[in-house]
């Protein structure tokens, strides 16, 4: 039979209950939280989009998180297989595969960012990020050089050498140093930029609630984020499912992974907006956000070699942690359909995953010829992934555990009253409001 293979064995690799918890956290606390969360809230009306975030989070991201971990755990295989094995047909295991996909072409560019993260650290603790004004300049000369390939090369290898020691050994153990390393920090660099002169200012434009600001767009991108910011959709919490031991209870690790996410989600605004309004420079969106508006900030700053330089470790940890779940999810795909060791397959998918980023890379400065249609590679394949395919994949999982899965009260550990609940948006909000996002993220449905 073709695919027997994958129904072959279970998984055998086991996370530690508070390890788990610790790498889940590593995976949704990432460039999501640190460069996007903070400005999209403050273009939103501060706490009131906060709040919505936080219902978005709690009515659709959790439901839907709980989902994947329950379907990993009974499943006990990659998430290719998972949906197959609890009962689905062949179009689930299409599911399953483009569960595989996505978060290899997700590694294809994030990998690049991680890149960017460990040469800005280097660059701001050598003084060389300061040694002149011109940010933009030096972000350009950057990302049109050679650099970012030798950084991209780099990343690959340092998240294949985590993921190739194994769940425990590996993934655990990683985490387990750098998620409180992160959480030090992220306090220290909150303290410094809280106790700016001007602060204040940067505190009230993301948190002032104005409910005028927002609009059914809010809503939408709340909801698009609180499952980018958890990780949902691509096969990270699935194949994390599989490693968790059967006695762990998995309603309270859901609770503990949405916290953990929104804490260090509210800590890095508290960084970003006091300290870019305290010199009075304009927070911007995504890349120049951090490699532009923050270092101009720390340059004014005393020290500001200092702070800039752990803020880039920060940002190079959160990128990390996440970029080892997700490589995660293709190794497990390939150690199970082809019976490879996990050495033989973290360096296969790796080395296949490093070269399809290749062009992306490039076509970020080297080679600006490398556009389609006004986006340039690296832009199509963050918009196909995180515009289209992790809305559908949500909306499928939604749909497997609400409608298709025979065992799923057992599986999810849930008391009646909660269960229900639980079901309640499995199968009507969450599959409604994610197809939704879908159509509005594609560009269908428009404002
Ligand atoms: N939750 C992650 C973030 O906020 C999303 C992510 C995980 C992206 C893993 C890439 C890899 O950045």
Request: hydrophobic share 55%; glycine share 12%.
């Amino acid at each position: 039979m073709a695919n027997s293979n994958h129904r072959a064995g279970n998984t055998t690799e086991r996370f530690s209950s508070v390890g788990f918890i610790i790498a889940a956290i590593g995976s949704s606390v990432g460039l999501g939280n640190l460069w996007k969360f903070p400005y999209i809230t403050g273009e939103n009306g501060g706490a009131a989009f906060f709040l919505l975030f936080i219902v978005c989070l709690i009515l659709v991201g959790l439901p839907v998180l709980l989902a994947e971990l329950a379907i990993g755990r009974s499943g006990r295989a990659s998430a290719a297989s998972s949906f197959v094995r609890l009962g689905g047909g062949p179009v689930w295991r299409g599911a399953g595969l483009l569960q595989v996909l996505t978060p290899f072409l997700i590694l294809s560019f994030y990998i690049i960012v991680v890149g960017w993260t460990l040469h800005y650290s280097v660059l701001a603790f050598s003084g060389r990020l300061f040694a002149n004004d011109d940010f933009i300049g030096t972000f350009t000369a950057f990302s049109s050089g050679y650099w970012p390939l030798i950084w991209q090369t780099i990343a690959m290898i340092l998240v294949g050498f985590v993921i190739a020691k194994g769940v425990a050994n590996g993934i655990e153990k990683f985490n387990k140093i750098l998620i409180p390393s992160m959480a030090l920090l992220l306090v220290l660099l909150m303290i410094r930029a809280l106790t700016l002169p001007g602060a204040s200012e940067g505190v009230s434009f993301f948190l002032q609630p104005d409910f005028s600001e927002l609009s059914p767009e809010s809503a939408l991108i709340a909801l698009g984020h609180a499952f980018f910011s958890l990780s949902l959709g691509m096969g990270i919490l699935m194949t994390y499912g599989a490693y968790v031991d059967k006695r762990q209870s998995l309603g309270t690790a859901t609770v503990a992974i949405g916290a953990g996410d929104l804490i260090y989600a509210l800590i890095a605004g508290l960084i970003i907006f006091p300290t870019t309004f305290a010199f009075g420079i304009a927070p911007d969106e995504g890349a120049s956000l951090v490699f532009i508006a923050l270092p101009a900030a720390f340059s004014a700053m005393p020290l500001g070699w200092l702070f800039g330089g752990l803020f880039f470790v920060l940002l190079a940890i959160a990128a990390i942690t996440s970029a080892v779940s997700i490589l995660e999810v293709p190794v497990a795909f390939a150690k199970e359909q082809w019976g490879w060791s996990r050495t033989r397959s973290v360096w296969t998918v790796a080395v296949i995953c490093f070269l399809f980023g290749v062009p992306l890379g490039l076509s970020n400065g080297l080679v600006p010829g490398l556009m389609i249609g006004g986006r340039n590679l690296f832009d199509w394949i963050d918009f196909i992934t995180s515009n289209i395919l992790l809305p559908l994949i949500g909306v499928l999982i939604a749909i497997f555990a609400g409608y298709r899965w025979k065992g799923v009260a057992e599986a999810s550990g849930l008391r009646p009253a909660w269960f229900r609940l639980w079901l309640f948006s499995l199968r009507y909000l969450a599959p409604i409001l994610m197809l939704l996002v879908l159509l509005y993220t594609s560009g269908i449905l428009s404002f």
